[in-house]
């Protein structure tokens, strides 16, 4: 049976593009499935991808007190995996308890570097320039009960040029995002990358 996915997103939803992409070629649609697109913003890019797509698609609070709301929606659309894609709130506990391990995360720096309250969008990599760092890159990782803060999945580096802007490498590291995210969601469905009784990210290596 394939693994139902739910995805995330505040935004645009590149990611939920490169996702749905992903799985719509090959033998992966069997494995994996794009079955529910949440939004706490009714005008989500995100959202009009979906219908457009023929996705279930809903606009949800995402509040705290719309935890036990969330909750009943992904069980009632029997959800395997929640794939946050650019979701600008903090899971709510209920959630990230009712599917520890099973709730997944980009961010686009090198975690635990400029990750955090606060770090999302631009800032994230206005920051990375001021620090003058020349690497930042992308984190897929296990969502916890803090911001960007579970075990690690995948990294991936990226440059930082002299003269960057925070949107000229916002677009490079969000084409390794776009490249990292999908396979790492669909190991973690195989369950080839799972989060281990001590919180840490185990890989498994499967025989071809
Ligand atoms: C991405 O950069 C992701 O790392 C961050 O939010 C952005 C979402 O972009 N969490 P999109 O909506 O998927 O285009």
Redesign the pocket.
């Known amino acids: 049976m394939s693994t139902r996915l739910a995805v995330l997103?505040?935004?645009?939803?590149?990611?939920?593009r490169?996702l749905h992409e992903f799985l719509m070629r090959g033998e992966r649609s069997s494995i994996a499935k794009l079955a529910l697109v949440l939004s706490d913003h009714a005008d989500a890019?995100?959202l009009a991808y979906a219908r457009t797509r023929d996705i279930a698609a809903a606009s949800i609070d995402g509040g705290t007190l719309g935890g036990d709301r969330l909750l009943a929606q992904l069980r009632s659309h029997r959800i395997d995996l929640v794939v946050?894609?650019?979701?600008m709130r903090l899971v709510p506990e209920v959630v990230v308890h009712a599917y520890r391990g099973r709730i997944v995360?980009?961010?686009?720096a090198l975690l635990p570097a400029f990750g955090g309250r606060g770090m999302?969008?631009s800032r994230v990599h206005a920051a990375v320039i001021a620090a003058g760092a020349r690497v930042s890159g992308?984190t897929v990782h296990f969502v916890d009960e803090r911001y960007d803060h579970g075990a690690v999945i995948a990294q991936w580096p990226v440059p930082v040029l002299s003269g960057d802007t925070p949107q000229a490498l916002?677009e490079r590291?969000?084409r390794v995002?776009h490249a990292l995210y999908p396979p790492s969601i669909l190991a973690v469905a195989q369950s080839r990358i799972s989060l281990d009784a001590n919180g840490r990210a185990t890989h498994m290596h499967l025989p071809k």
């Open positions: 997103a505040s935004g645009r939803g590149s990611n939920l490169a890019g995100a946050l894609a650019g979701y995360n980009v961010h686009p999302y969008g992308a916002a590291v969000l995002e």
